[in-house]
């Protein structure tokens, strides 16, 4: 899909007009009235959040369609009001298989300080949208997938231009993390992501990407990664990438961002219910949503320097599985007793928080789908976050609201700690209770963290995948690529 400027093109058969509601209130100061005034007068068309009207043969000037988009609530209009207009824009032209259109924003721009925030949301919502896993399966016969899209309606300065390069690169690399997820595990091992990895991130200055394979992961003591990876066949890794986008400053310390990486998990010993089992390749969300945010930054030549470290491995029942009663020894020395082999997740990520703490970052986010618990406390509407650090939370909402990511603070204290105390080892990997599973994991993954490091943990469980139904850039039963925005706008904000 190609996005570009341009007040019309010849090739063009349908407009594209966004309208909030105040706008269809005020009819003839519409400059799409005239061609829908039917539609609105009779209220067919209102300009709710994300509503439709296509009205075919309309003969907007040179268009032969005109498709209007609702923005709701003028007061409530905001870049992530926009991302979603256009996503559910591009349904609508995917659905009537129309590939060439134009985007008409005059009347977006009075809503934005910043244009190129507009033009950058907007290019964001069709790319985004646009994005769909063909790669095992024929194409619909007849249908035609938007090719060019031109926006319309304003001048482009400088700041737009770059508003609008930002948001492709930012929305490619979230497609290239839902990709990742969305293929299935057997094409989608360990070993395979980590090639895949390499590859796109090949010939990006900057960028060097490590591959630790079974011996050098043992040899580094993470006997998390080993312990979980022993039912399968296929050799775990830990993938490293390391973007310096600001080498001139060397005292500066790094942004360090985690991510779980399990290609599939089956439970364990602990088996998973058959029923929808499929699911748990999306597992490895956590891993995409560093890997995307890595290669946007790098992209966007944003001047800090971050590392992204991924622990990658399936979770299967072999003969040589980890047994519930086991115990681990992870990276930082600490015992870790298995009372359930399905709460594999906080093993990996231990070896992988003890490493990130011995780099002495700035700060360390992990992002993980560690825990069904986040179905019943946020649903799959927010990403749950989990830190003690009041900074690192302040920051953090900040990216979130420059993303347009709902996050939500979810406690973790002492008696969370308590809760996951071992007869046998340091700590065990789950809790005594059986409550407040999300909490209790986050106090699990504490114990790995250096104390003196701000650290945060997403429990993104709910949100990674099939949140179509919230999102109109998602696609049904596809990963979301959630996070990657967010993991971008914390980097920014510490562009020096």
């Known amino acids: ?210 591959v630790w394979n079974k011996d050098r992961i043992k040899k580094e003591r993470m006997g998390g990664v080993l312990g979980v990876s022993l039912g399968s066949n296929q050799e775990p890794r830990v993938i490293i990438i390391e973007y310096k986008g600001n080498p001139e400053d060397k005292g500066s310390r790094p942004l360090c961002f985690v991510g779980k990486g399990l290609t599939f998990d089956s439970g364990g010993i602990s088996i998973k219910p058959a029923r929808n089992m499929h699911e748990m390749k999306y597992d490895m969300c956590g891993s995409v949503a560093v890997i995307g ?80 618990a986040m179905a019943i406390s946020l649903g799959d509407v927010y990403s749950g976050l989990f830190t003690r650090n009041e900074e690192m939370e302040k920051q953090l909402k900040k990216a979130s609201v420059s993303s347009g990511e709902e996050i939500w603070s979810l406690p973790l204290n002492d008696f969370h700690v308590q809760d996951i105390k071992s007869t046998v080892a340091d700590v065990a990997n789950i809790s005594s209770t059986g409550l407040a599973g999300s909490s209790t994991a986050a106090a699990f993954l504490e114990h790995f963290v250096d104390k003196k490091i701000p650290w945060a943990h997403f429990d993104i469980a709910e949100t990674a995948h099939d949140v179509a139904k919230r999102l109109p850039y998602c696609r049904s039963k596809c990963a979301s690529g959630v996070m990657v925005r967010t993991f971008v706008e914390l980097a920014r904000q510490y562009v020096r």
Not at 95 to 119: H, R
Not at 175 to 193: E, G, Q, V
């Open 1 to 210: 899909m190609k996005i570009s400027f341009s007040s019309a093109s010849k090739t063009s058969s349908c407009l594209v007009a966004m309208i909030s509601k105040k706008g269809v209130e005020k009819k003839k100061s519409s400059a799409f009235f005239r061609l829908s005034e039917s539609a609105i007068q009779e209220k067919v068309f209102k300009g709710e959040k994300n509503e439709t009207l296509f009205l075919p043969c309309t003969r907007a000037g040179s268009f032969k369609h005109l498709l209007l988009v609702g923005l709701g609530d003028s007061e409530k209009i905001n870049h992530e009001t926009v991302r979603q207009a256009a996503a559910a824009a591009y349904r609508q032209l995917e659905k009537y298989s129309l590939s060439d259109v134009a985007v008409d924003l005059s009347s977006c721009l009075s809503f934005f300080d910043n244009p190129a925030v507009l033009i950058r949301a907007v290019s964001e919502g069709f790319i985004l949208a646009g994005y769909d896993f063909y790669e095992l399966k024929k194409k619909p016969k007849g249908k035609k997938s938007v090719k060019n899209i031109f926006l319309s309606g304003v001048t482009p300065s400088k700041e737009m231009k770059t508003g609008l390069t930002e948001g492709q690169i930012l929305a490619d690399s979230t497609n290239f993390a839902r990709w990742l997820a969305d293929t299935p595990a057997n094409l989608m091992t360990p070993s395979i992501l980590a090639q895949e990895v390499q590859k796109r991130f090949t010939g990006i200055p900057n960028v060097k990407v490590s």
């Open 293 to 372: 945010a890595l290669l946007a930054m790098s992209r966007l030549k944003l001047k800090v320097n971050v590392m992204g470290l991924v622990g990658s491995t399936e979770n299967m029942p072999g003969a040589a599985a980890t047994k519930p009663g086991d115990v681990l020894r992870a990276r930082n020395g600490k015992t870790m007793e298995v009372l359930n082999t399905d709460a594999e997740g906080r093993l990996v990520l231990a070896d992988i928080l003890s490493y990130a703490s011995e780099q002495k970052p700035a700060f360390i986010v992990d992002a993980a789908t560690l825990t069904g």
